[in-house]
């Protein structure tokens, strides 16, 4: 296809509607220190834009806490539209991510997170079973936690996919009520 304007009868190439900014938090100790690559980051990124997503940054912290609580919150006051958090949600003592977001998060919305752990189950993704992840809202912004693996990531994203343009639209104040 050439630049510009098509001709008539030319397929026009469309991108798909931005719904809304998102922010991904990769947390993981040695991707943090340097001593490993980051898998996930690049997954998740695909996956919000190919579902109209605007994704501001990848970032990566350390399961620590006070750097998560940190970074959700500077996603926040950015004004994101959703946080998709990646690790440290087992029950291994470093797993602090949804004791941190649970900080956060002013309201749960206990069923979503629910329906990624069945769902992450049923494909198999044992991490997803085992999540202790948590979904909420923290001011105007959806925040969602997700087990590490490839396979958690996948499915998790399949199934909030479809839930987050309505979310967001509700928080936005844009759906009419």
């Given at each position: ?88 949600t087992g ?58 693996s490839r ?27």
């Amino acid at each position: 296809m050439r630049r510009g304007s098509p001709r008539y009868g030319e397929p026009m190439e469309m991108a798909p509607p931005q719904i809304g900014r998102a922010l991904v938090v990769i947390v993981d100790d040695r991707v943090s220190h340097g001593e490993r690559e980051d898998a996930s980051g690049p997954l998740v990124r695909e996956l919000l834009q190919e579902a109209g997503l605007v994704v501001d940054a990848v970032v990566v912290v350390p399961g620590d806490p006070v750097a998560i609580r940190n970074a959700l919150n500077t996603a926040v006051i950015g004004g994101v539209d959703l946080v998709i958090t990646v690790g440290g949600t087992g029950v291994s003592p470093r797993d602090v991510t949804a004791d941190a977001t649970a900080g956060v998060l002013d309201r749960p919305i206990p069923g979503i997170a629910e329906a990624i752990r069945a769902s992450g189950l049923a494909a198999g993704a044992v991490d997803a079973g085992l999540s202790r992840g948590l979904v909420g809202v923290s001011g105007s912004t959806l925040v969602v936690n997700l087990a590490p693996s490839r396979a958690a990531v996948r499915d998790g994203m399949a199934t909030l996919t479809p839930l987050v343009a309505h979310v967001i639209s509700e928080l936005s104040g844009l759906d009419g009520n």
